[in-house]
């Protein structure tokens, strides 16, 4: 029987607005690694992070060797022997491999004059550990590959002599062959006897490195289980598992969706994808889904012109259309619905009718460019009324109003301009029900009408209930399609995690980098 | 080769290469450039400027930067030619000063890591602030009839050529080299200026750090006033006027960048050395005085670009990396 270094009972914890943990349980063995995987916004890095001593939890257990413990810094943690290995680099480029590992701990002489040597030398002892003798411990981070600094980043960790280390998608960043480095070192750290939690969501990555799982939902437990016991067709399941209510409505069946109405071929952005190519036909609603990172985002944004692109074609209506600027994007009939409606999409210290027309102002202009005002505000109210925004009055300041309100405002900004082409990206993140299926509905009128729309989404459930097709991204490049009856939470998840492929379409994806 | 290789890459030893060139240039160019008085006017022109640019680079290193020195430098100078022509012992009037310095920089400080408003505009306001309060209390009349002993400090030579302020200025750089260097202390610069979240999750307390940064640099300041007053024999409330955009220019040029988290005291001092080169070679070549500011800015924007273009994630640039990336 082997000893559990670590349990957590019951742990809670809430921000505004949201449950993040809620009443999570599990045991690491003394010895192990242990993955946690889960969602987008299943809890992962709350846990990881309330572990870690940055996050106090508002109730519930830490039992560490068997005794109940309280972190409050990463400070503490880390004298406790918890280290954690965050996913954004934490390391300072312009500074050696030394002096990043030993920050703030630096051996020191006549109070703090720095023993270089000293630092040195243990930088040394530790680097070998990992085989990286090829490096200097003086060599400056900024000179490292990704890899390296992810190493750097573990060793940084293990210089406080973990019992226990957590990795948090330690190789989001990595490319295969480094991926596979990274593991040899994992396994050796477990042969030293310190115990890992690793947190992932690459489904494959588990049954390489891992001795258990727990799968997390939506901050709740759902179960752990020896890797040996189960399969990757098990763990999807376990992610998925939730009921969909009929709010995203359905496809009227006077709604015919037309011909190819716009076309994306061989789209390629430095980092973040490449190779893209996909269409949406006339009033069809097409979903992209996949995980933080896979380069949806960016996708969008490239396409309406936020972003450049460095090579590709795109077509709409027949049209060749090459974007540079978003004020081109707009004058082609293509809007676009930031997935961060505060600091992207709306102006917040602005009333409700300078945001509704931010977008055509033009329209509402004098021929000499004086702003016509009745015709705003005459517009305004007639877009309230459709968008049943809530509101006192037209001259209310967008941010008083509540997260679903400022949306459905969003929304009908981009409505306004009469799109071709609508991008939504995130289009109901944190709205409540009620303004959720309110944008379904919206959605699903424009579509009716002719518009091709592109619904960017990590929300499962809404690109199942909303979309009729999808195209799944995976690691900046497109991993399948599906439609009709294809279209599952199982074969979302399996592709954009990379556990099924769509073979004979599509090539692995394997050694493109996703971000930095 | 190696060496080599890693020299090319380090600021200083660029603008050693520059140092060296216009050096090389002038002594063709000019007949006296190479003469002793030359040289030591220019060393004296500059060791006021190296002494505040000690400060700045330790301050720019972690991610602020201080407009006010220039008018802190005036400031200190003339509560120091007050205090003296009051009768104040000139020890007392100029550890007063210092503390004046001290104090304008707890306050740039304190607004900046506790208040969180932004450096420039923080110390903006001291520039326009202290400026304004030195006119006032001077009525802007300039104030002479200091004490001999008080004009000592800044006026003596040693063996009748060199003058004291240039040794104080090497004291103060090569202390200031060396604690940034090896200092456990100072170092903790680097990590917040170079990523200030993980510096706190590191356990560097980072508003203390940030404080202590800018008193140092109004202490350092208003030493620079307090020598530059003895230097001419008298307080001027025009004086360091614009200074603070020579020395942050010099501490860019020496590596330093406005992100943070690099530049040494070396560089700083060869970027003010540079920049006390060009004035000097300006002067003897016989340009108009008033084209001075217009190099200023210009080698300032020159720097700044080099810097940004360097880092910058611009589609040019990563190309370039890319390639060097293994796959």
């Not at chain 1, 280390?165 to 062959?177: M, Q």
């Not at chain 1, 090459?322 to 009939?333: L, M, N, Y």
């Not at chain 1, 997935?339 to 021929?367: A, M, P, Q, W, Y």
Request: proline share 2%; aromatic share 8%.
């Amino acid at each position: 029987m082997i000893e559990n270094i670590l349990e957590v009972r019951n742990l809670i914890k809430t921000f505004p607005g949201v449950k993040a943990l809620d009443g999570v349980d599990f045991n690491l063995k003394k010895g192990s690694v242990h993955a946690i995987v889960g969602e987008n916004g299943a809890g992962k890095s709350t846990l990881m992070m309330t572990l870690g001593g940055v996050y106090r939890p508002d109730s519930g257990e830490i039992l560490f060797e068997g005794k109940r413990i309280e972190l409050g810094t990463p400070h503490e943690a880390n004298m406790r022997g918890i280290s954690v290995v965050y996913q954004e680099l934490s390391l300072v480029p312009n500074l050696s491999i030394a002096e990043n590992i030993f920050v703030n701990r630096q051996p020191v002489k006549h109070g703090h004059f720095i023993k270089w040597d000293e630092m040195r030398k243990n930088t040394y002892k530790l680097m070998k550990i990992f085989n990286l003798e090829n490096l200097s411990p003086t060599q400056l981070v900024g000179s490292l590959s990704l890899a390296e600094r992810q190493v750097v980043e573990i060793l940084k960790a293990m210089s406080h002599k973990p019992k226990i280390l957590i990795l948090d998608e330690p190789t989001s960043s990595l490319t295969e062959r480094e991926t596979k480095e990274l593991f040899k070192n994992i396994i050796l750290l477990k042969e030293d006897g310190i115990s890992i939690i690793y947190i992932t969501h690459y489904l494959k990555e588990i049954f390489e490195v891992a001795d258990e799982v727990t799968v997390l939902r939506d901050g709740k437990f759902v179960c752990q289980s020896k890797v040996s016991d189960i399969d990757e067709d098990y763990l999807v399941t376990k992610m998925v598992g939730r009921t969909i209510g009929n709010m995203y409505g359905v496809r009227n069946p006077d709604h015919v969706i037309g011909k190819k109405y716009f076309e994306v071929e061989k789209l390629c952005q430095f980092r973040h994808f490449d190779n893209i190519s996909f269409h949406i036909n006339k009033g069809e609603i097409v979903g992209f889904a996949g995980l933080v990172g896979a380069g949806r985002t960016e996708l969008g944004r490239a396409i309406f012109g936020a972003e450049n692109y460095q090579s590709g074609k795109i077509t709409l209506e027949g049209t060749p259309l090459t974007i540079k600027t978003t004020k081109k994007a707009i004058a082609s009939g293509i809007g676009y619905l930031s997935e961060d409606r505060k600091s992207h999409g709306l102006f917040l210290n602005s009333e409700i009718n300078s945001n509704i027309v931010s977008t055509h102002l033009s329209d509402f202009c004098t021929n000499y460019g004086f702003l016509k005002k009745d015709m705003i505000d005459a517009f305004t109210k007639e877009k309230i009324d459709e968008f049943n925004v809530i509101t006192p009055s037209i001259y209310q300041r967008v941010e008083n109003l509540s997260g679903g309100n400022q949306q459905k405002v969003l929304v009908s900004m981009w409505f306004g301009i009469s799109p071709k082409l609508l991008i939504a990206d995130e289009p109901t993140r944190g709205v409540d029900v009620g303004a959720k299926s309110e944008i379904y509905r919206l959605i699903r009128q424009l579509a009716a009408t002719g518009v091709s729309v592109m619904v960017i989404s990590s929300d499962l459930s809404e690109i199942i209930g909303l979309c009729d097709r999808v195209y799944i991204m995976r690691q900046g490049r497109i991993a399948g399609e599906v439609e009709n009856d294809d279209v599952t939470e199982e074969n979302i998840i399996g592709l954009a995690t990379g556990v099924y492929t769509m073979n004979g379409r599509i090539n692995e994806p394997s050694q493109f980098q996703t971000s930095i | 080769m190696n060496l080599l290789k890693k020299l090319t890459r380090q600021r200083e030893f660029l603008i050693l290469m520059v140092v060296t060139a216009v050096f090389i240039v002038m002594s063709f160019a000019s007949p006296i450039f190479l003469k002793p008085q030359n040289l030591l006017v220019l060393l004296l022109s500059m060791s006021i400027e190296t002494i505040i640019a000690v400060g700045m680079v330790n301050l720019m290193v972690s991610g602020g930067f201080d407009m006010s020195v220039g008018s802190i430098l005036g400031f200190s100078g003339v509560i120091t030619a007050i205090l003296l022509r009051a009768g104040f012992p000139i020890f007392l009037a100029i550890l007063l000063a210092l503390c004046v310095g001290v104090l304008i920089g707890l306050w740039n400080g304190f607004l900046v890591a506790k208040v969180k408003i932004n450096p420039f505009v923080t110390t903006l306001s001291s520039l326009s602030i202290f400026r304004g309060l030195t006119f006032v209390l001077t009525s802007g009349r300039n104030i002479a009839g200091l004490p001999a002993g008080f004009k000592l400090i800044g006026q003596t030579r040693i063996g009748g050529m060199v003058q004291l302020p240039i040794i104080y200025a090497l004291v103060i750089l090569v202390i200031g080299d060396i604690l940034m260097r090896n200092s456990s202390f100072f170092r903790q610069n680097y990590y917040i200026g170079g990523n200030e979240k993980a510096a706190k999750l590191s356990g560097i307390n980072v508003d203390r750090m940030i404080i202590f940064n800018y008193i140092l640099t109004g202490f350092l300041a208003a030493l620079a006033g307090v020598i530059f007053t003895s230097r001419m024999g008298s307080s001027s409330c025009q004086a360091g006027t614009g200074w603070e955009l020579r020395v942050i220019t010099a501490v860019i040029l020496g590596g330093a960048s406005l992100r943070g988290g690099s530049g040494t005291v070396l560089g700083a001092f060869l970027g003010v050395l540079l920049m006390g080169l060009i004035s000097n070679m300006l002067t003897l070549l016989g340009v108009d005085v008033y084209w001075q500011q217009f190099v200023v800015g210009t080698v300032l924007i020159s720097a700044v670009v080099i810097d940004t273009l360097g880092r910058s994630e611009n589609i040019l640039f990563s190309r370039i990396r890319r390639t060097n990336k293994e796959y």
